[in-house]
C-alpha cells in the first residue's frame, strides 16, 4: 500500500510560480508512474502531467506545456510539479497519483494511488 502526500499549494498571483511536491511511503517508490492530476470545483478531474518510473519520459497536458515542468527524485520518494507562468484557470486542488502497471497513462482510472490533494489558487 503506497501512501501519497502532497504539499506547496497555496496562493499565488497570476505570472507567478509554485512548486507542489508529493512523498510517498509504503511501496518501491521508483518501482511507480507518477503523475499529477488537478480538479477545479463543479469539474472533473484533469490530467496535467506523468513521468515514467526512471524520470526518461514526461508528458504533458496541452494547457500546461511550456508552463509546467514534472520531476522525481527516487532517493527521496517525491515527484515534483514546477509550474510557472500561473494564470487564474490554473486554480485547482492538485492531486498527485501512482499508477503500478507499466507504461504511463493520462486516466484517472489507470492509477491505483492518489493523495489527498493540495489547493493552488491564482489570483488575477
Known amino acids: 500500500q503506497v501512501q501519497l502526500v502532497e504539499s506547496g499549494g497555496g496562493l499565488v498571483h497570476t505570472g507567478g510560480s509554485l512548486r507542489v511536491s508529493c512523498a510517498a511511503s509504503?511501496?518501491?517508490?521508483?518501482?511507480?508512474?507518477m503523475g499529477w492530476f488537478r480538479q477545479a470545483p463543479g469539474k472533473e478531474r484533469d490530467f496535467v502531467a506523468v513521468i515514467g518510473r526512471s524520470a526518461g519520459t514526461t508528458y504533458y497536458a496541452d494547457f500546461v506545456k511550456g508552463r509546467f515542468t514534472i520531476s522525481r527524485d527516487n532517493a527521496k520518494n517525491t515527484v515534483y510539479l514546477q509550474m510557472n507562468s500561473l494564470k487564474p484557470e490554473d486554480t485547482a486542488v492538485y492531486y498527485c497519483?501512482?499508477?503500478?502497471?507499466?507504461?504511463?497513462?493520462?486516466?484517472?482510472?489507470?492509477?491505483?494511488?492518489w493523495g489527498q490533494g493540495t489547493q493552488v489558487t491564482v489570483s488575477s
Open positions: 497519483a501512482a499508477r503500478a502497471p507499466p507504461g504511463i497513462s493520462y486516466s484517472v482510472s489507470q492509477y491505483d494511488y
Open positions: 509504503g511501496g518501491t517508490f521508483s518501482s511507480y508512474a
